[in-house]
């Protein structure tokens, strides 16, 4: 398949992880790749390798989380000939494995500011690029945590379950511009996000899945693509399941 021909795709977080994945599957179907994270060798690494399978790629040093950097990195895909394919799947997980009576309000504040204040400014920056040109896909990371909230994750499971809000209302605004925007709520895939984590947290989340597995990156990558194709014409605001039979709604 060549879906993405002639498209250009900015994927946040693509250092690492979800980000890559999708990454290495839209430059597999045509689209040129940027690639913006905060971690810059990480970005360099993945734009090379990208290269070095003669796909289209580069790569921005960019803070989600911060707006001058968030709004120079778009001024910059503007200028380079823009995009329709945005995905934000830069996140971190904040406090984990810790009940929220411990939670420092630095960190909490911190985790919010990456996973939501990050995904709004994506969002408004995409949305300035996108809707002069009447056709845009912008997808979000939530996470089931922000359905069902995961205990010992309070923090993360704010910011997803806001995420989920963000999509819900800005799918509808939208709705008649040719943009769509989604999101697609997880279980546990394994990345380097998961295996930082506390051991009795990932067996937490992972008991719950009642495939008795985590979900894997080549699957995650698969539904993001459709969902960031012209296929997907008739999905916005919706939050996309992704969790092995965890949440059936
Ligand atoms: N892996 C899972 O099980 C899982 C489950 C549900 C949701 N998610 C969500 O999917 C997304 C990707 O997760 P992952 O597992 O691939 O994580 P990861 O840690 O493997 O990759 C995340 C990438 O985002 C970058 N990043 C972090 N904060 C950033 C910032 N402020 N600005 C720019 N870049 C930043 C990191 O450098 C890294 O390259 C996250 O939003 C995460 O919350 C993951």
């Not at 120079?72 to 995905?87: E, H, M, P, T, Y």
């Not at 912008?138 to 945590?145: G, H, N, Q, T």
């Not at 499971?157 to 800005?170: D, E, N, P, R, T």
Request: net charge positive; hydrophobic share 45%; charged share 20%.
């Amino acid at each position: 398949m060549n879906r993405f021909a002639n498209q250009t795709a900015v994927i946040t977080g693509g250092g690492n992880g979800i980000g890559f994945a999708v990454a290495q599957k839209l430059a597999g179907e045509g689209a040129k790749i940027w690639i913006l994270d905060w971690d810059a060798s990480l970005a360099r690494k993945a734009a090379e390798s990208l290269r070095a399978k003669k796909y289209n790629a580069d790569y921005i040093s960019v803070d989600v989380s911060k707006e001058a950097d968030v709004k120079a990195a778009f001024d910059r895909i503007k200028n380079d000939g823009g995009c329709s394919v945005v995905l934000n799947s830069a996140g971190i997980v904040g406090p984990n494995g810790i009940k929220t009576a411990e939670v420092e309000l630095e960190a909490f504040e911190k985790t919010c500011q990456v996973n939501l204040t990050g995904s709004f400014l994506i969002i408004k920056y995409a949305l300035h690029l996108m809707l002069p040109q009447k056709y845009g896909r912008i997808l979000l990371m939530a996470s089931i945590a922000g359905k069902e909230g995961n205990a010992g994750m309070s923090s993360y499971s704010a910011s997803k379950a806001g995420v989920i809000g963000l999509v819900k209302s800005v799918g509808k605004e939208y709705a008649e511009s040719g943009i769509t925007i989604n999101a697609i709520a997880p279980a546990t895939i394994m990345t380097p996000m998961v295996e930082k984590m506390e051991s009795d947290q990932i067996k937490y989340m992972t008991d719950k899945i009642p495939m008795k597995r985590c979900g894997q990156l080549e699957e995650i990558a698969n539904l993001a693509a459709w969902i960031v194709s012209k296929e997907s014409s008739f999905n916005t605001g919706f939050t996309f399941d992704m969790t092995g039979g965890r949440a059936v709604y």
